[in-house]
């Protein structure tokens, strides 16, 4: 039973994590009769010991043990080349720097002739500026002499500059050349590890099965929305899984699915500590404060809620979710990302123009659209692609299946929109506790366009969280149809002629009482 029978296990499916990925080999083994131990080698030096595992997938033997050895290889880039290989290398690394060299000397020699050409004209110039000065005679030809000198400036700057592009290419193929002699010198060493299983089997062909966990790894979702526009635009919604590994053994062509599991050690509980109590007397004053604050919603027409801590990773919306891609993928272990589509969808939008005057002078086109795939899409960022190409890159919360989201695609170029507020002047009636103080909001906005447009114009105004402030929309001196929602938001839709403007107007009052401060 010493002795190791090696065997080629393949990956044949890899499921992605948030911070690792679960890797599964199935192939099958030519085995004799009894107890037997089989050696796959080089799998991930990073594997986790105690997250392997190990099946015979049908009749005719049994997994007795599975373990993972680890080594220190020593290992030649050009482990597969010639014994003169060294000799080669030196070789060739004298050949480039002779070349390298020589294209130096060349440049060199086209740089100073290009400067006398340089000096040339100015002469040239120098001259023509002297003759005028006197009131000389001068030749028709002065001209032609400096287009000949510019012509052949050119043609000699477009040699140095090829030269140079030369000089690039051989300078990075020296360096490969130097890293390459480097290991063969001191040849790198790395830690391997190999999966050893102890198999008991009746003999014939044993069909095999490993899984086992590796760190470095991780996938994040990714999507892609493409803006059809017309009279029935539509909106193409691509989704990806964008994968990084380093793992130290590659992916090829394998099954793939994602997870948004998130494995974990455990946590412990919080220290309980005593909360102590103290009494004190009710300030005379109340102190007030500003402050921004996020409306946040569950989609589109929801409720607001509460914030609460967000875990890093992938947003979820708490429920488990696992995708599978629905080809094959190839993902080497460089480090580097790697796409994989998950699927996609087609949905009609509705497009609107909105302003928000205190964040932007732009008016920015909207789209409302539907997820109408059977999964959710993640939170993560969208490439966004119009007829003309891509616009930028945004994001997107978690979308259930069904539910409406919104996408923004940039500035309107032929729209601007200016917004100009004043304080006014604080009042204080007699025999009265309360401070009343007013601001005026004007906004104009402006189509530079050949094409009549409709916008809405978006402003807010302050939402009081307490009696002893009180806040006022004064209708007389605002635009008509002005009202304010519970955010304190106020709209309006203006409808804009081709290359005509127009102007809304919003003024509210600040009430407080002479107690508060902070304002």
């Known amino acids: 039973m010493s002795e190791y029978f090696e065997i080629e296990l393949p990956i044949t499916a890899v499921v992605l994590l948030e911070d690792r990925a679960r890797i599964i080999r199935r192939g099958s083994a030519a085995l004799e009769a009894g107890v037997r131990r089989v050696r796959i080698a080089d799998v991930a030096p990073v594997i986790v010991d105690k997250s ?41 690394g004298e050949r480039l720097d002779g070349k390298i060299s020589g294209l130096l000397d060349d440049k060199t020699v086209l ?23 006197w009131g000389r005679d001068v030749t028709d030809d002065w001209h032609q002499r400096l287009d000949q000198l510019q012509k052949e400036e050119r043609d000699l700057r477009l040699q140095i500059f090829e030269i140079s592009q030369e000089l ?61 526009t017309g009279d029935e635009p539509t909106v193409a ?4 899984a964008c994968i990084w590994q380093n793992t130290g053994e590659d992916w090829d062509e394998v099954e793939v699915s994602f997870s948004t599991e998130r494995p974990s050690l455990g946590i412990e509980p919080p220290r309980l500590e005593s909360d102590v109590l103290a009494a004190r007397r009710k300030s005379t004053q109340v ?91 993640l939170a993560g960022p969208v490439d966004l692609i119009r007829d003309s190409g891509l616009v930028g890159r945004a994001s997107i919360l978690y979308v259930a299946p069904g539910e409406r989201f919104e996408l923004g695609w940039g500035p ?53 969280e307490t009696d002893k402030v009180k806040i006022e929309l004064d209708h007389k001196q605002s635009s008509a149809q ?33 107690d508060v401060v902070g304002l």
């Open 52 to 92: 392997v595992s190990a099946k015979v997938a049908g009749a005719g033997g049994r997994i007795v043990d599975a373990s993972v050895g680890r080594r220190v290889a020593r290992v030649h880039p050009d482990a597969d080349a010639e014994e003169g290989s060294l000799e080669q290398l030196k070789a060739e």
């Open 111 to 133: 740089e100073r002739r290009a400067a006398g050409l340089d000096e040339v004209a100015r002469l040239i110039l120098d001259e023509f500026s002297e003759d005028i000065g």
């Open 168 to 228: 690039k290419d051989l300078y990075s193929e020296h360096d490969r050349l130097g890293a390459r002699l480097a290991n063969l010198r001191d040849p790198t060493r790395r830690e391997a590890a190999d999966l050893v299983l102890v198999v008991e089997t009746d003999g014939g062909e044993l069909p095999l099965e490993v899984e086992y966990t590796v760190p470095g790894a991780c996938w994040r979702p990714y999507h892609v929305a493409t803006l059809q």
């Open 237 to 240: 919604i691509r989704t990806d």
């Open 287 to 377: 102190v007030v404060e500003t402050r921004e604050e996020e409306v946040q919603t569950t989609g589109l027409g929801g409720t607001t809620s509460v914030v609460s801590a967000e875990l890093p990773g992938i947003d979820d919306g708490g429920e488990l979710i696992k995708l599978r891609a629905p080809q094959r993928a190839t993902v080497p272990s460089d480090g580097r990302a790697h796409r994989v589509m998950l699927g996609s969808f087609e949905s009609e939008v509705g497009c609107e123009l909105i302003a928000m005057p205190e964040t932007s002078p732009c008016v920015f086109l909207k789209s409302v659209q539907t997820n109408d795939s059977a999964t959710p899409l």
């Open 412 to 464: 309107d170029a032929e729209l601007r929109v200016k917004r100009v507020d004043e304080s006014l002047r604080e009042k204080s009636r007699m025999l009265s506790s309360w401070i009343t103080q007013g601001y005026k909001v004007e906004i104009l906005v402006s189509n530079l366009g050949d094409q009549a447009r409709s916008i809405l114009v978006r402003e807010r105004v302050p939402v009081s």
């Open 482 to 514: 002005t009202s304010v929602d519970e955010q304190g938001f106020v709209t309006w839709e203006v409808e804009l002629p081709a290359f005509a403007h127009d102007s809304r107007v919003l003024r509210y009052l600040v009430k407080r009482h002479e």
